[in-house]
């Protein structure tokens, strides 16, 4: 399934005192959700370790340190 994520690589510094943290989004498609901790993403061709957080709803992408061969 296709969904915006927040990918790693994106984020920037942001303003917390104004609730912005800095995380930027894209399109990411999700091939494998066993649990929240435990999700794999493809972003740009390639597969990478994914969260799902439920509390706000949102994917991250880890696409710095989570690539998967």
């Keep these: 399934m296709k969904v915006m994520a ?3 690589s994106l984020k920037q ?3 917390p005192e104004q609730l912005d943290f800095g995380h930027q989004q894209a399109e990411v498609t999700i091939i494998s959700h066993k649990n ?3 999700v794999i993403a493809e972003y740009q061709g ?3 370790k ?3 957080n439920p509390f706000i ?4 992408v880890d696409d710095l340190y989570g ?3």
């Design 36 to 38: 929240n901790n435990d």
């Design 46 to 48: 390639v597969r990478y």
């Design 67 to 69: 690539r998967l061969e």
């Design 6 to 8: 927040n990918i790693h």
């Design 50 to 52: 994914a969260i799902f």
């Design 57 to 60: 709803g949102q994917f991250f």
């Design 13 to 15: 510094k942001g303003n």
